[in-house]
């Protein structure tokens, strides 16, 4: 089953995403409610060098923001010798200058607009389907 971690410091966007994706009961939707909690949660979860399939990112965060969790997660990622998850930013913000393009490709990390949750979800169940997923076994 593919495995989604979203990590966000309001509850609301990790238990819309859950709802959303109720009905494709193919899906693990966890959450994390910092950035610092999402990499207490990576190693928690790992199975055969892959954690999560996609973990969505608040980009502004309190603490840590998203950009810098998503860094982290590369980083414990490339340490580990885990396979790559896919990274979506999701922000209200429509000013992204701060993030270049070259930074998302580097992170292999998409931007997504936070008010358009039924694209989001149109492209997780696209995406991220079982026959596709890297975690196994689950």
Known sequence: MPRILVVDD????????????????EYIVDSADSGENALKLLPQNCIDHQCYDLIIIDFAMPIMDG??????????????????????????????TRVSSSILRDLNAIVWDKYKIHELIDHIIKEFTVDNCKVQGV
């Open 10 to 25: 309001f509850d609301d966007f990790p238990e819309l995403i859950r709802t959303s994706l109720k009905e494709h009961k």
């Open 67 to 96: 950009l810098t969790c998503a860094k982290r997660i590369r980083d414990l990622e490339k340490h580990l010798g885990w396979n790559d998850a896919g990274i979506i930013f999701f922000t209200a913000y429509s000013d992204m």
